[in-house]
C-alpha cells in the first residue's frame, strides 16, 4: 500500500505515528463518523478533531493526543482496537499501525553493573547445616555465591580459578578439566546455555552476564559454535565424584519456574544454540 513503508528506528517510527493519525482522522467527517453537526459550526481542523477521536475510541483526549504524538509506549490491545474502529481503519492500516507501534516502543536501556550479591546469613546457616551433602547457592550468572564445607571440596576445581566469584560456565567452557569433572558434559553444557538463556530473558540488561556471555563467546569455540568440544578417546568414565556432584543441592535466588517476558530485548546478548548431544563411534 502506497505511503506505508516501514521504519526500523524509534524515531521515525514516532514521526510516522504522527504523520499517519493525524491524515487517518483528517479525511474523516463528523456525519461519517455519526456524530452530530450543528448548523454554523466552525471548524478549524478538516475531518475529526482529537477529543471526538478520544470519546469514538473510548479513551481520554489527554491520552490519544500523547499517543497521535507518537508515544506508543505501553498501549494495550483494547486502546489500538478502540482507535482502529474510531478512525475506521481497513486491515493493511490496522497492521500497519501496530508494526509502527511496535517498532516506536523499541528502547535501548543502558547496560547496568550488577550490584554485589551477598548471602543472608539465615542461608548460610541452613546450608553449613546440611553437612550430609554438598551444597551451593547459584545467582542466574551461575556465580557461586556460597557453599557449604562438602560444596567448596567438591568444587575445588571451579575455585582454581582465581577469579571471583566462581563461575560454573566459565569452568564449564574454559577449564579443560571440566570434561573429566562432569560426567556428562554433553548435558551440563547444553542445560547451561538454556539456564543463562532463561536468564538473559528474565534480565536482558544485566551488563555481568552481557560479560560473561561476551567471553565465553571469545575464548571458547564449543560456546560459540554450540557444539562439544573435541576430545581423543571416549566420553570420561563415571566416578564417585561425579555422581556426588548430581546429588548435591543447588540453591538459586532466581526462580527457575518463572518464564521470561516476552519483550524486546534490545540489550540481550547473543546466545548460542543448546548443545547438541556429542556421538560415538
Not at 554438598?134 to 557449604?148: C, E, K
Not at 571440566?178 to 539456564?195: H, P, Q
Amino acid at each position: 500500500m502506497a505511503g506505508m513503508a516501514g521504519t526500523s528506528d524509534p524515531a521515525d517510527a514516532r514521526g510516522e505515528i504522527r504523520a499517519f493519525l493525524s491524515t487517518r482522522r483528517a479525511r474523516i467527517s463528523p456525519a461519517q463518523a455519526g456524530l452530530p453537526v450543528y448548523r454554523g459550526e466552525h471548524r478549524r481542523v478538516p475531518g475529526l478533531r482529537r477529543e471526538e477521536i478520544a470519546v469514538l475510541a473510548g479513551i481520554s483526549t489527554e491520552y490519544y493526543t500523547r499517543f497521535e504524538r507518537g508515544n506508543a509506549t505501553g498501549v494495550s490491545d483494547s486502546v489500538i482496537d478502540g482507535i482502529a474502529h474510531a478512525l475506521q481503519l481497513d486491515d493493511a492500516e490496522r497492521t500497519h499501525l501496530l508494526d509502527l507501534i511496535r517498532t516506536a516502543g523499541r528502547t535501548r536501556r543502558p547496560r547496568r553493573r550488577p550490584a554485589p550479591q551477598h548471602v543472608r546469613p539465615a542461608v548460610q546457616r541452613v546450608i553449613d547445616s546440611m553437612t550430609g551433602t554438598p551444597a551451593l547457592v547459584l545467582n542466574g550468572r551461575l556465580d557461586i555465591l556460597t557453599a557449604n564445607a562438602l560444596g567448596y571440596a567438591l568444587y575445588s576445581p571451579v575455585y582454581a580459578d582465581p577469579g571471583r566469584p566462581a563461575n560454573n560456565a566459565r569452568f564449564l567452557f574454559l577449564d579443560p578439566h571440566a570434561t573429566e569433572f562432569f560426567r556428562d558434559w554433553d548435558k551440563v553444557a547444553s542445560d547451561t546455555v538454556a539456564m543463562l538463556r532463561a536468564e538473559a530473558g528474565r534480565d536482558p540488561c544485566d551488563r555481568g552476564l552481557s560479560d560473561l556471555i561476551g567471553e565465553l563467546s571469545t575464548r571458547s569455540d564449543q560456546f560459540r559454535s554450540g557444539g562439544p568440544p573435541t576430545t581423543s578417546g571416549s566420553t570420561p568414565p563415571a566416578s564417585s565424584s561425579s555422581a556426588t556432584r548430581s546429588s548435591g543441592t543447588l540453591i538459586s535466588p532466581t526462580s527457575p519456574s518463572r518464564s521470561p517476558p516476552n519483550l524486546a530485548r534490545a540489550c540481550s546478548p547473543t546466545l548460542p544454540s543448546p548443545v547438541p548431544p556429542r556421538t560415538t563411534h
